[in-house]
T-cell receptor
């Protein structure tokens, strides 16, 4: 079945630096890849997503890239700020299903 | 804005009790999900419902059952609670559509089984 691996499990950066989180998936039929941010004690919230017919998508300081051949996708956060500190989850869905398989999460800490 | 509401933020129950976790969504979504979140393990799917009275097992269904009698409500049932079911439980909903749809989460229920 589908498996999603996420790295690193923890990431510490200085405010203003960039942060990159990487995920790989196993099922080449996966076609939708959302990223969620979960602040401490709060619900996971969708921050950006990408579909398999697109290679890159940007939204202000965050971007996601997808390499279908290598079956990996990455979240890029530029000019990090303390409020970016959270746990980030990647996910992949299967073709013709509405289920998501989640990565194990990355705890990002941004130090002022 | 999509609203997914879970009935309790915190719940403490005893071993062997039958436990009900309730979730309601207000966006007329076809799909509803129950996840379990544990440190280092991410979100694991317990059960999935794609229509009223329709359900599908997820990755870790053992010890759980679900009920979906109305489109907006999805209940998770722990038939006989055990200590290894102490966890954070998250409910989510999504619409159907080709190519995948984002899921919207509730605030979670932190369940402790003593």
């Amino acid at each position: 079945g589908e498996n999603v691996e996420q790295h690193p499990s923890t990431l510490s950066v200085q405010e203003g630096d960039s942060a990159v989180i990487k995920c790989t998936y196993s099922d080449s039929a996966s076609n939708y890849f959302p990223w969620y941010k979960q602040e401490l004690g709060k619900r996971p919230q969708l921050i950006i997503d990408i579909r398999s017919n697109v290679g890159e998508k940007k939204d202000q300081r965050i971007a996601v890239t997808l390499n279908k051949t290598a079956k990996h996708f990455s979240l890029h956060i530029t000019e990090t700020q303390p409020e970016d500190s959270a746990v980030y989850f990647c996910a992949a869905t299967l073709l013709n299903t509405d289920k998501l398989i989640f990565g194990t999460g990355t705890r990002l800490q941004v130090f002022p | 804005d999509v609203k997914v509401t879970q009935s309790s933020r915190y719940l403490v129950k005893r071993t062997g009790e039958k436990v009900f976790l309730e979730c309601v969504q207000d966006m007329d979504h076809e799909n509803m999900f129950w996840y379990r979140q544990d440190p280092g393990l991410g979100l694991r799917l317990i059960y999935f419902s794609y229509d009223v009275k329709m359900k599908e097992k997820g990755d870790i269904p053992e010890g759980y059952s679900v009920s979906r009698e109305k489109k907006e409500r999805f209940s998770l049932i722990l038939e006989s609670a055990s200590t290894n079911q102490t966890s954070m439980y998250l409910c989510a909903s999504s619409s159907t559509g080709t190519g995948g749809q984002p899921q919207h989460f509730g605030d979670g229920t932190r369940l402790s089984i003593l």
